[in-house]
């Protein structure tokens, strides 16, 4: 385990106790304040995931040279990928800049904002669809079946580390089954913006040291 993960795991699990000390010691402040629009979880979620973003741009730009453009194309559009996510997540600034939403936004999102997370689709709520259904499958794939694949076939390497695609570590799947289980402990049906919250720290841990760390990292370069 690296230094920056040694630092960063601890504070996670600060996060996630201060959550649900809160939550089971003052509801309404932990619903009005801490989860909700602009909360304090909220700009933590938005913070990480542009960190993920700005990594995946930082990469790309050391990394090309070495590992091809394909690679370095990978990194760019997860980079746009986690930007749109981290833009999504604060309505791209409607509350900062105080602009007001299309009749689209007004008719089928749920909270009237900018944003496709909170979209009403033919009566299903985007969200829950993404990460009640499309995570727990992607999750199940991307952090049990590829990582144990990877390490036996080795195509699957191959593909895998052409396409910059970081791989969990053992730890890492852990942090999740833990991270499900303290979610668990808190009394809110807004628990899940913890769990956001845990899902994208973790992920961002994750792509800072995967398992397939040699392809990221500088050192194992031939200059």
């Known amino acids: 385990m690296k230094i920056f993960e040694k630092v960063m795991y601890p504070i996670l699990v600060i996060f996630l106790f201060l959550a649900i000390y809160i939550s089971r010691t003052d509801l309404f402040y932990f619903e009005s304040a801490m989860v909700a629009e602009d909360g304090f979880f909220q ?4 913070y990480t995931i542009l960190f993920a973003s700005v990594m995946c ?21 997860g980079g746009i990928l986690f930007f749109c ?3 999504d997540e604060i309505s791209w600034g409607q509350h900062l800049f105080n602009f007001q939403s299309p009749d689209f936004f007004k008719n089928h999102n749920s909270k ?3 944003n ?3 979209l009403v689709v033919y009566g299903f709520h985007l969200n829950n669809i993404i990460f009640t259904l499309a995570i ?3 999750a199940t794939l991307y952090f049990i079946v590829l990582p144990f694949f990877y390490t036996k076939l080795q195509r699957i390497k191959s593909i895998v580390n052409r396409f910059a695609i970081p791989l969990p570590r053992y730890i890492q799947t852990g942090a999740y089954i833990v991270l499900a289980g303290l ?3 808190i009394p809110s049906d807004l628990k899940y913006v ?3 919250f845990g899902f994208y720290w973790i992920l961002v841990l994750m792509m800072y040291n995967p398992l397939n760390d040699e392809v990221f990292s500088r050192i194992s370069l031939i200059r």
Request: aromatic share 20%; net charge positive; charged share 10%.
């Open 43 to 46: 700009w933590m979620i938005f």
């Open 57 to 77: 741009f930082y990469r790309a730009s050391i990394l090309r040279p070495f590992r091809g453009n394909m690679f370095a194309t990978c990194l760019i559009l």
């Open 85 to 87: 996510f981290a833009m």
């Open 112 to 114: 009237m904002q900018v």
């Open 116 to 118: 496709i997370h909170h």
């Open 136 to 138: 727990k499958f992607l």
């Open 183 to 185: 979610v668990g402990l």
């Open 194 to 196: 913890i769990f956001e």
